[in-house]
């Protein structure tokens, strides 16, 4: 699994003004992995972020394919 980080800045943007501690909240994972993730351009997203990237979709009526590239 890949994050799509354009569309997880433009969610993060969009939906989260920007806060990355909100974000981090609402996807029920640590602000500094978060942040570490976005820093290194999705290196290091692994079944923590991915996971909760695909409940946050679930769960608003988005398609986690937009998000996350599964090879």
Do not use: P, W
């Not at 890949?2 to 996807?27: C, D, P, Y």
């Amino acid at each position: 699994m890949i994050v799509n980080m354009k569309a997880l800045l433009r969610l993060l943007e969009e939906n989260f003004k920007g806060n990355q501690s909100e974000m981090a909240r609402v996807f029920g994972v640590q602000r500094t992995h978060l942040n570490k993730v976005l820093r290194s351009n999705g290196k290091g997203a692994g079944t923590t972020i991915c996971g909760a990237i695909i409940k946050y979709c679930n769960k608003n009526n988005l398609d986690v394919n937009d998000y996350i590239f599964f090879s």
